[in-house]
């Protein structure tokens, strides 16, 4: 390989793999590939719009119960969105 493999920006690798038999009438055969990557949690999750790392939540004391007081939402390039709900 010439360079290293990352999941996050080439999640397969597709390619023609052509096998030649050096006879005196040479004859080859080829067949395509398709390489999946299978990831590495190599990222750590972050939340986006997160100051310096954290978030100020304020909830009136009178809140009625069942209000949601947050809303989190943490973005990892391994995986999907992750959302969190606090009530």
Known sequence: MRNS??????????LT????????ESRSSSVSAVIT?????DNSPHFPGASGGSS???????????????RLEAVDADEVKLIKTFE
Do not use: W
Not at 5 to 14: A, G, N, S
Not at 17 to 23: H, Q, R
Not at 61 to 68: F, H, L
């Open 37 to 41: 990557v299978t990831d590495v949690n």
């Open 56 to 70: 100020v939540i304020t909830v009136p004391e009178d809140a009625p119960e069942g209000t949601v007081m947050a």
């Open 5 to 14: 493999l990352d999941r996050e920006t080439t999640p397969d690798v597709r």
């Open 17 to 24: 793999v052509t096998a030649n038999d050096g006879g005196a």
